[in-house]
């Protein structure tokens, strides 16, 4: 199993957790978004998209983290990523990691910020502020189904990860990166810390990973 993936990538970051949560080994390929080595020809040709993560297992070529993250449920059962238990509980772990994953992350990825610089002249603070923005209304959202439900446990659905937490993990990770509030989220920030104190997250963090420190 080979994962493309850039360190400080969110999308990556999901898929590392994944992979952890599933026990899964696999051989890290950093590509370094930094230095548009998802533009190479080599890597457009895996992912015509040019972007990470993309992972390679027994002659599939797979994009898209929430792909990834489902086809890995589905190839590696144990532990479920998905409920088990109702059509219902996987459509409500679902709508949140789809929150994260559609309406926030696409706004605050790299490539839109390098935009907003670029063809825009939009310094460090207005391209902090444009991700704090989205980052706040997608987290009140989700704040307020999580405070409402009662399929909440110590992580989004019960007592264990699920896709939700292994979305919601590195949406955490960018808006502490651009110093976005977290006080009015309590139920996103209990939830947290019962991640944080689990190996295949800590494991997953972008600071864990070889290239974050280099010899």
Known sequence: MRLHQFFMS???YRVRIALNIKGQPYESLPV?????????????????????????????????????IEYLDERFPNPPLLPRTSAADRAYVRQ??????????????????KYLRDPFGQGDAARD????????????AI???LAASPRRGRFCFGDSPTLADV????????????KTDLSPYPAI?????????????RRAHPMAQPEANPP
């Not at 444009?130 to 987290?139: N, Y």
């Not at 979305?167 to 651009?178: E, G």
């Not at 920030?189 to 997250?201: D, T, V, Y």
């Open 32 to 68: 370094n978004l930094r230095s548009a080595e998802q533009l190479a020809p080599e890597f457009s040709a895996l992912n015509p998209a040019q972007l990470v993560p993309v992972l390679e297992h027994e002659g599939e070529s797979l994009s898209q983290s929430l792909a990834i």
């Open 96 to 113: 949140l990691a789809l929150t994260i994953a559609c309406d926030i992350h696409p706004l605050n990825n790299l490539r839109v910020l």
């Open 167 to 178: 979305c919601l993990m590195p949406q955490i990770a960018n808006a502490l990166r651009v």
């Open 189 to 201: 920030r209990a939830i947290e810390q019962n991640c944080a104190a689990l190996e295949p997250f």
């Open 129 to 140: 502020a444009w991700a704090r923005h989205w980052i706040e209304l997608g987290f009140a």
């Open 143 to 145: 704040e307020a189904r």
């Open 10 to 12: 969110s999308a990556s």
